[in-house]
């Protein structure tokens, strides 16, 4: 197969994924909004589950079955392509609940529709009321639908283990198999020209939505019975597909393999590797996005930020290949190359494509915290008497600083398991787990890979939630310093 | 805490088209003030500055209070409420009143005072808007600030209900000594609550000062649009409408005009619209061809397009507005040999403010706080005994007379009864109910006893009336509507007795109103004497010697006698916290010695008087 023909088949891929989402995220979008309470925390929970389930445990889960596939290559293809839908429906639907309302809300538009006389011709109709449907709901679609269809197109760790088609695999075999870097990016040129023809014609789109935004929801008319629980139904089978079937096939095996884990201690070192350059990319990522974030909010004067936050999150918006190979050519020129055998290189492209991912977090941080509830708990810690300001700062911690903190664990858990960037850029003995666990994958299922597997993944969870009562205390020292030096 | 609490100084904010404040300079006193203006005029900014959440990119704020000891300096209620959604009802207020005595006790009644006793366990996102708009109310009610600062509170609350939560948080800060800095647009609420008022539009500052100077005597006739209707007429123009020109202000308020309609006047109706407590009325000139609105407040909608009509001007709002809360020289004054008070005795923490006055046996005084006690002192001050009313949650009593039979006659005003009390407290009997009914009561204020041992009460909730019973308890009558017309009322809430006639304190209405006692109107006390002018007087008492009437005017700060025709005899007292005068006087008695009791409930103090 050429390249034209994988990204071909990518790109329709994509495209039908991201066109089948986009409807399922509004309509998720629409329950979240009106959910209240406990109902309303497990659906999100039940939205976002399958984002966070890791390539690398999915494409291991089902390894076999799509070798099993093998003689059915249209079924294998739709199989993967059922779990990429799952994949991005929680991005989508995230952007979705977060996109600004389009100018032009569902009742100006049924105003525009009755408008219009009943005996006017079909053309007629749709020439009056296609702007307002561009300029209505298709604007408020347009930015779900394209994240959805770039993490659908740049994928590469699910759709390598899982023997499906994509211009990245291709890419990547190629590279692996000697081609000269510069040849290797010449070929990225077409993919990469395809991502970056979306993305610029969506950044002027998306900065003048934020200024022409629309007025709040009101109030829909009915909605068929049979919504909610297909919903539901989807949305579980996403969590079932992503999660509980790979974990299952991952446990069923993994006892015997735990025998392993004594044998190799490097697992542990190769942890530690991946962990500290997790830390190490995150936090700076995290902190740069941060100063860029009065761009991303729009304020005025900041037009400076907007252009940096733009060039500097560019890089990270096409993919961990493109970038890796990117980055791996520039550390293969004369200014660059004694750089090339450190660490540098990974820690800067993983920083880089981190970025975006920082960037949105803080602006999904940003628009879901208000900040009178802040502002309260800082008068409260501001009394004269200590019970008041003892109980103010937990309330501050949860509404100031735990968003953060998750944050940066979500910055984390993305980094450590990405297999590619350090493919192509961790310098030599320098291996981090989540990488050399991956590339064993690709030789098949066994019980001890998949106990390294499992405690590959769990270390960070276990130590997320092991730094947690740290960070509480150490949010509270920031707050004291914070009050004294004013 | 008594002063200033901020000082402004060219203080801007920026905006997007213009700034949102623009070279505001100005004072905010303790007490309850009230930041006034339309959509738009800055309100939020300004509480937003106050309250330390934004800072001003041009001029200072200077903050004066906040050595304020263990108490919590400022709180505040923005205007979207600001809750914490992950806390629930009770832990929002428990957050706050962490570390004050009683807190478990405090935050028990909070809810119950705003009604969320049953959303105790509910986070916010499971209230509608009112329920999230009075837990955000109470939450700063609990942490007991010195200073709280309110965007539009309650506005999101049914107005049904929403004068209930006023009356919370009026005791609160009343009965904690807390200032207030409110924003809002209704004028009612600045009428009601506040004392001093800053008005805001385009983000500058047009007016600040008192609000009852701002009511009364506005500069101009935008000013006068910020509380609400108002009648503006310069002379030329009260000449063509044949009004009679109100010396000091052009500004009439609507319940300082009547349209009445009469046979031949070249002013016809055109439209009227009435909306219960004012009546739009476009009246044409047939002379000058000239049309015009006016507001005015009637009791009832009468007035029917192609009325002929005249206007009235009530002669009591102009003799009150010639004499403002200040003694003119002209006016004779009320000679007193010697003045004594004594403090309200404190109950706790809190010092209560006495309310009602009665005379008990021995010249005792029996005074009603808002402690809900009901307190017994000797003829110097002396505290002999007290007790507190059998339930005052909801409110406190106003009203108390020693009966001819021993008894102590107490009107319990929020739980709409009268209680009768043995000398030392027993509650020997309810009388009432809630209800519009005879013998049924809202809002009873004012008790009054006859020398055949029949009882008066006026109550000024629902008809503004008042019933008469036998000592015994059985109804006789009932007369007195709501109204400013002869023989109506809004609030009588003082009442005596002699010869066969009732005096009775028609308080908003700014008179005394004179009946037989068998409720037959018989005269506007004054009104054949020239005219008296008052300002809403609260209580009255009698001088059964002299036959003078004295007459406690809580508007005014000041104590009125006349004789029994009206005619004013002297003066004493002006709005003042030091001994000249009285804050906010709410009743008065007279003992045997003629020596006058009067209850300065601002001033926490029992004021006497020697004639």
């Given at each position: 197969m050429s390249l034209a023909e994988a990204c071909g088949w990518t790109l329709l891929r994509s495209l039908i994924v991201a066109a089948c989402a986009v409807p399922l995220c509004f309509a998720i979008r629409r329950r979240l909004l009106t959910a209240r309470g406990r109902r309303r925390t497990l659906l999100w929970g039940t939205v976002l589950t399958p984002f966070f389930a890791p390539d690398m445990l999915v494409g291991y889960g089902y390894y076999n079955f799509s070798l099993s596939l093998i003689h059915h290559p249209l079924l294998n293809e739709l199989f993967y392509a059922a779990l990429v839908f799952f994949k991005v429906l929680p991005v989508g639907t995230v952007i979705a609940v977060c996109t600004?309302?389009?100018?032009?809300s569902p009742q100006a538009l049924y105003c525009r529709r009755l408008a219009?006389?009943?005996?006017?011709s079909p053309w007629k109709r749709f020439r009056e009321l296609a702007g307002y449907y561009v300029r209505g709901p298709y604007r408020a679609a347009l930015p779900a639908a394209v994240l959805m269809f770039l993490l659908a197109f740049q994928e590469f760790e699910l759709v390598s283990l899982v023997n499906a088609t994509s211009w990245t695999v291709w890419l990547f075999d190629q590279q692996a198999q000697g081609l000269p870097i510069n040849t290797t990016l010449r070929y990225d040129l077409i993919p990469t020209g395809i991502q970056a023809a979306i993305v610029i014609a969506m950044i002027p789109l998306i900065l003048k939505s934020r200024r022409a935004a629309g007025n709040r929801d009101a109030p829909r008319g009915a909605v068929s019975p049979v919504v909610g629980p297909l919903l539901w139904c989807l949305l579980v089978t996403g969590c079932t597909l992503l999660w509980f079937i790979p974990v299952g096939i991952l446990s069923s095996g993994m006892a015997d393999g735990l025998v392993v884990l004594r044998r190799n201690p490097r697992l542990f070192k190769e942890i530690a590797v991946g962990l500290g350059m997790t830390l190490e990319a995150a936090v700076p990522a995290y902190g740069f996005a941060a100063l860029l974030l009065p761009a991303a909010l729009n304020r005025p004067g900041q037009k400076l930020r907007a252009a940096v936050a733009i060039l500097a999150g560019l890089p990270g918006l096409f993919g961990g290949l493109t970038l890796g190979l990117t980055t791996l050519s520039l550390f293969q020129t004369e200014a660059l190359y004694r750089w090339y055998d450190t660490p540098l290189p990974w820690w800067g492209a993983l920083v880089l494509w981190l970025l975006p991912r920082a960037m949105l977090l803080q602006v999904l941080l940003a628009a879901a915290r208000r900040r009178e509830p802040i502002h309260l708990a800082e008068l409260l810690q501001r009394s004269g008497s200590p019970p008041q300001r003892r109980r103010a700062r937990p309330v501050l911690w949860r509404l100031r600083y735990q968003g953060h903190y998750w944050a940066v664990v979500l910055l984390c858990w993305w980094s450590y398991l990405d297999p590619t960037l350090p493919s192509l850029l961790r310098p030599s003995g320098l291996d981090p787990a989540p990488m050399r666990i991956y590339n064993f994958m690709h030789y098949g299922q066994a019980g001890g890979l998949s106990a390294m597997l499992a405690l590959t993944v769990l270390v960070p969870v276990l130590l997320a939630a092991a730094l947690l009562p740290a960070a509480r205390f150490v949010a509270p020292l920031y707050d004291r310093l914070i009050a004294r030096s004013r | 805490m008594s002063g200033l609490l901020w000082t402004l100084n060219d203080v801007t904010l920026p905006g997007t088209?213009?700034?949102?404040?623009?070279g505001v300079s100005c004072d905010i006193s303790t007490g309850v003030t009230a930041v006034i203006g339309y959509s738009g005029a800055g309100k939020t900014s300004l509480l937003n500055l106050l309250a330390g959440f934004e800072r001003p990119t041009r001029g200072r704020i200077e903050r004066?209070?906040?050595?304020?000891?263990?108490?919590?300096?400022l709180y505040w209620v923005p205007q979207e409420d600001g809750?914490?959604?992950?806390?629930t009802a009770a832990e929002h207020l428990q957050i706050l009143a962490?570390?004050?005595?009683d807190a478990p006790a405090r935050v028990e009644k909070l809810l119950s005072e705003f009604d969320l006793i049953d959303k105790?366990?509910?986070?916010?996102?499971?209230?509608s808007q009112g329920e999230r708009a009075r837990l955000s109310v109470a939450r700063a009610l609990a942490g007991g600030a010195a200073v709280l600062v309110m965007d539009?509170?309650?506005?999101?609350?049914?107005p049904a209900r929403a004068d209930k939560y006023w009356r919370v948080l009026r005791n609160h800060l009343t009965q904690t000594d807390t200032s207030l800095v409110i924003a809002t647009h209704s004028p009612e609420t600045v009428l009601r609550e506040a004392e001093h008022a800053l008005c805001l539009k385009d983000g500058r500052l047009l007016h600040q000062g008192p609000v009852e100077a701002l009511y009364?005597?506005?500069?101009t006739p935008e000013l006068a649009q910020f509380l609400g209707a108002a009648n503006w007429l310069p002379p030329q123009e009260a000449q063509q409408w044949n009004v009679a020109s109100p010396?000091?202000?052009p500004c009439l308020r609507p319940e300082q005009i009547e349209i009445r309609p009469i046979a031949e006047s070249p002013l016809v109706v055109e439209t009227a619209h009435f909306s219960g407590s004012i009546e739009e009325v476009e009246l044409l000139?047939?002379?000058?061809h000239m049309r015009r609105t006016f507001f005015h407040r009637p009791a009832e909608n009468r007035l029917r397009r192609g009325a002929r009509v005249a206007i009235h001007v009530c002669l009591l709002f102009l003799a009150a507005l010639l004499s403002p809360g200040c003694d003119k020289d002209d006016e004779p004054l009320l000679k007193v040999l010697e003045v004594n008070y004594w403090m309200s005795p404190p109950m706790g923490a809190k010092i209560p403010r006495p309310r009602g006055l009665g005379i008990g046996d021995n010249d005792e005084v029996l005074c009603l706080d808002n402690g809900g006690r009901l307190l017994v002192f000797d003829?110097?001050?002396?505290?002999?005994r007290q007790w507190e009313m059998p339930e005052h949650i909801i409110g406190k009593p106003e009203g108390v007379c020693l009966l001819a039979d021993g008894r102590i006659a107490v009107a319990d005003t929020h739980y709409h009864r009268v209680v009768y009390f043995d000398e030392i407290g027993n509650v020997l009997s309810y009388q009432g109910s809630e209800?519009?009914?005879?013998?049924q009561f809202l809002f009873p204020v004012a008790i009054c006893q006859d020398d055949a041992e029949n009882i008066y009460v006026c109550e000024?909730?629902?008809?503004?009336r008042i019933q008469k019973f036998t000592a015994a308890g059985k109804h006789l009558l009932t007369f007195g509507t709501f109204?400013?017309?002869?023989?109506?009322?809004?609030?009588?809430s003082g009442i005596v007795w002699d010869d066969g006639r009732l005096y009775i304190a028609d308080a908003i209405n700014n008179r005394v109103q004179v009946f037989t006692d068998s409720g037959k109107f018989i005269e506007v006390l004054g009104e054949k004497t020239g005219g008296l002018a008052l300002e809403y007087p609260y209580d009255v008492a009698l001088d059964r010697s002299t036959k003078s009437l004295y007459i406690i005017e809580y508007g005014a700060g000041r104590v009125t006698k006349t004789n029994l025709a009206g005619q004013l005899l002297g003066r004493y007292g002006k709005t003042?916290?030091?001994?000249d005068g009285f804050l906010k006087p709410w009743g008065l008695a007279i003992d045997s010695q003629h020596r006058l009791r009067i209850a300065d409930t601002e001033n926490h103090r029992i004021v006497e008087l020697k004639l």
């Open positions: 600004p309302h389009p100018p032009i219009i006389t009943a005996d006017a | 088209e213009r700034p949102r404040l623009e004066r209070f906040d050595d304020t000891g263990q108490r919590l300096p809750l914490w959604p992950h806390e962490a570390g004050i005595a105790s366990d509910v986070v916010p996102d499971l209230m539009e509170p309650l506005v999101h609350v049914d009364y005597r506005p500069e010396p000091e202000s000139n047939e002379d000058s003829e110097h001050g002396k505290l002999l209800g519009r009914e005879d013998g000024y909730g629902g008809d503004h109204g400013t017309g002869d023989g109506q009322f809004q609030r009588p003042s916290r030091e001994n």
